[in-house]
């Protein structure tokens, strides 16, 4: 376990290899599930390249610097830390370069090129990259094609389809794998989530090894809508109507506010992700069977993506049901 976070210790060895060939590089895409320790990996990353007195190549901050200390307290002036604002659906452009009054006099952009106060770095890190628009992306690609020395960027998102063109082929993609569900569960007592062990287990068992879809589970009370929905999913033949119905009235839970509803959903395609990827290495030695679970997941996944860019929520969820409905009619799946 390095610095405190479970489960990636790989990617720290790739990292110290880098570090220790003298080329690492200075901009990276963290991509991998909500909730596994992207953000927290960073800033941790983030403290041991600014650290002078520890042991850089080995990713070991000292802990006791200026530099640890005030990175600590949130207030590091060689790191810069940007992500969504919370009434916002994108990065505003400004974050990057400043508003109309302080173009190009303030944002990341400006701040990332300017001399480090305390080391030999700047760090910034660039959280919800799933939510960059094309005009702050092409803020960014200067940035990104001609980064001042020393300084490194990370941006942080969820899934490649998400991303960019321009920001994909300008970055090193690091992949982040999701927790497994015995650290999910450990995280979850350890940090008072869950009331005990059973309950604890049971969260991580559903959350995809995702602690934040295990906390999401945990608040909305999903238990419930989870074992009513899969048993939906399993059914054969699967009833759209029935499942269409148990999709909607948990998603009209959420009252009329957009985000609450998407939200919901977005939980839901999480539930049958889980549910289908399950069922792969249930169904393996059953070929046909396993090439409609397998289609049925890429639409999951294709399916939470259009969510994301907005796409009409009762229009998506009635055609996402519809076509997985289709993958295992008899004629499908060789029965």
């Given at each position: 376990?390095?610095?405190?976070?479970?489960?990636?210790?790989?990617?720290?060895?790739?990292?110290?290899?880098?570090?220790?060939?003298?080329?690492?590089?200075?901009?990276?895409?963290?991509?991998?599930?909500?909730?596994?320790?992207?953000?927290?990996?960073?800033?941790?990353?983030?403290?041991?390249?600014?650290?002078?007195?520890?042991?850089?190549?080995?990713?070991?901050?000292?802990?006791?610097?200026?530099?640890?200390?005030?990175?600590?307290?949130?207030?590091?002036?060689?790191?810069?830390?940007?992500?969504?604002?919370?009434?916002?659906?994108?990065?505003?452009?400004?974050?990057f370069i400043g508003d109309k009054e302080h173009r190009n006099q303030e944002g990341l952009c400006h701040q990332i090129a300017l001399r480090p106060m305390?080391?030999?770095?700047?760090?910034?890190?660039?959280?919800?990259?799933?939510?960059?628009?094309?005009?702050?992306?092409?803020?960014?690609?200067?940035?990104?094609?001609?980064?001042?020395?020393?300084?490194?960027?990370?941006?942080?998102?969820?899934?490649?389809?998400?991303?960019?063109?321009?920001?994909?082929?300008?970055t090193q993609v690091v992949r982040f794998q999701p927790l497994a569900p015995e650290v999910v569960a450990q995280l979850l007592v350890e940090q008072g989530?869950?009331?005990?062990?059973?309950?604890?287990?049971?969260?991580?068992?559903?959350?995809?090894?995702?602690?934040?879809?295990?906390?999401?589970?945990?608040?909305?009370?999903?238990?419930?809508?989870?074992?009513?929905?899969?048993?939906?999913?399993?059914?054969?033949?699967?009833?759209?109507?029935?499942?269409?119905?148990?999709?909607?009235?948990?998603?009209?839970?959420?009252?009329?506010?957009?985000?609450?509803?998407?939200?919901?959903?977005?939980?839901?395609?999480?539930?049958?992700?889980?549910?289908?990827?399950?069922?792969?290495?249930?169904?393996?030695?059953?070929?046909?069977?396993?090439?409609?679970?397998?289609?049925?997941?890429?639409?999951?996944?294709?399916?939470?993506?259009?969510?994301?860019?907005?796409?009409?929520?009762?229009?998506?969820?009635?055609?996402?049901?519809?076509?997985?409905?289709?993958?295992?009619?008899?004629?499908?799946?060789?029965?």
């Amino acid at each position: 376990m390095w610095q405190g976070i479970y489960g990636h210790d790989q990617l720290v060895e790739r990292f110290q290899r880098s570090l220790a060939s003298g080329r690492l590089p200075s901009s990276f895409l963290f991509l991998g599930p909500e909730g596994i320790g992207k953000r927290t990996f960073a800033i941790k990353l983030a403290k041991a390249l600014l650290c002078p007195k520890g042991a850089p190549e080995k990713l070991m901050p000292c802990g006791t610097c200026d530099s640890c200390r005030q990175l600590d307290a949130g207030n590091h002036p060689d790191l810069d830390i940007v992500g969504l604002p919370e009434d916002k659906r994108e990065i505003p452009l400004k974050t990057f370069i400043g508003d109309k009054e302080h173009r190009n006099q303030e944002g990341l952009c400006h701040q990332i090129a300017l001399r480090p106060m305390l080391g030999k770095r700047r760090v910034a890190i660039i959280d919800d990259a799933d939510y960059l628009n094309i005009e702050s992306s092409n803020c960014l690609l200067k940035t990104l094609e001609e980064p001042p020395p020393g300084a490194v960027l990370i941006l942080i998102g969820t899934s490649r389809g998400r991303q960019l063109p321009t920001i994909l082929s300008r970055t090193q993609v690091v992949r982040f794998q999701p927790l497994a569900p015995e650290v999910v569960a450990q995280l979850l007592v350890e940090q008072g989530i869950a009331e005990n062990a059973y309950q604890a287990e049971a969260l991580a068992a559903a959350s995809g090894g995702s602690l934040h879809r295990a906390l999401q589970l945990q608040q909305l009370n999903l238990a419930d809508f989870t074992e009513r929905f899969v048993r939906q999913l399993a059914a054969e033949p699967l009833d759209v109507m029935r499942c269409v119905g148990v999709l909607n009235d948990f998603v009209n839970e959420a009252g009329t506010v957009p985000e609450a509803r998407r939200q919901r959903l977005r939980l839901a395609f999480g539930v049958a992700t889980e549910h289908f990827r399950g069922q792969l290495r249930v169904n393996l030695r059953d070929l046909s069977r396993q090439d409609a679970v397998i289609r049925s997941l890429d639409r999951t996944l294709q399916a939470e993506e259009d969510l994301d860019r907005n796409a009409n929520q009762a229009t998506l969820l009635e055609c996402w049901i519809d076509e997985i409905a289709s993958y295992f009619e008899p004629s499908q799946v060789g029965s």
